[in-house]
């Protein structure tokens, strides 16, 4: 099997995800990417990734679809009247989280690149009533944002999926503003995948193939200008990890890190 090429990576994440979004279930099974795997109907409770009982009880329970590795919001500290910018938002849990902390002063925009998922978080944001938050059609590598117009860029568990990670990492430094900051939750490899692994689509989808090591991310960071870059591996992540893919060994090869930076 030969190793995915770009777009056909793409466009792989792109139809899992578009499945998920049809039939994810709010609170129940889904056979999730980040939270399940190879078809295995596998839920990972938010309260498994970070979230607290207060904050998944205050955003639309379609939201929470048991994908992420983590809670960007922990380590985001939002202010009321920020821009905040979410990349692969989903079904919106993080944008949802964001609107109550940068409240109605502020603004969140979430850019997912599958036609299925933005439908579904804007509805949910219609029903919510969420004036300050919108969802945008695109790919994290050519955001359909402004230069120089977030003030923070959140992330939870998608960085790892682009065939193409330096341009994320340039396009977060362009959408930016000067001291805007980074605070992303995403998967990093620990140990090198064997080539079977690796070229395997549905690893790919499933937010392992992907994953760039903690050195390799900090210096894609460093290469598209940030400063003040923390890569912090997560090792309580591989009880959740073990789970994705049940059976196949892979929290030897991955963990859960966050991942902060600033814009100089």
């Known amino acids: 099997m030969n190793e995915p090429k770009l777009e056909d990576a793409r466009d792989a994440v792109r139809k899992v995800y578009a499945e998920l979004a049809r039939q994810a279930v709010p609170g129940g099974c889904a056979p999730s990417c ?24 205050a955003v639309p329970k379609e ?32 944008c949802f989280l964001a609107a109550r902390r940068v ?28 004036t300050n938050v919108e969802f945008r059609l695109g790919e994290i590598e050519h955001l359909p944002v402004a230069d120089a117009s977030v003030d923070v860029i959140l992330s939870n568990c998608v960085i790892n999926l682009s065939p193409d990670k330096p341009q994320v990492y340039r396009e977060m430094y362009r959408v930016l503003r000067r001291g805007g900051r980074v605070a992303v939750s995403d998967v990093v490899a620990v140990a090198p995948l064997p080539e079977d692994l690796r070229r395997d689509v549905a690893l790919l989808a499933g937010c392992v193939a992907g994953a760039a090591t903690a050195a390799e991310v900090e210096q894609m ?16 992540s591989r009880a959740f990890i073990r789970d994705w893919f049940p059976g196949r060994g892979l929290d030897r090869y991955v963990r859960a890190a966050t991942i902060q930076a600033v814009k100089p």
């Open 63 to 94: 939201a929470e679809m048991g994908l992420g590795c983590g809670n960007p919001q922990a380590i985001a500290a939002l202010s009321p009247g920020e821009i905040v910018l979410d990349l692969g938002s989903g079904g919106g849990l993080d």
């Open 103 to 130: 409240g109605p002063s502020g603004r969140v925009i979430g850019v997912d690149m599958t036609p299925e998922m933005i439908s579904r978080a804007r509805a949910s944001a219609a029903r919510g009533g969420y």
């Open 34 to 57: 980040c939270g399940g795997g190879g078809g295995t109907p596998i839920f990972i409770d938010g309260s498994r990734l970070g979230y607290s009982p207060d904050e998944l009880a």
């Open 221 to 236: 960071l460093r290469d598209a200008g940030f400063d003040k870059i923390q890569v912090q591996v997560r090792e309580d």
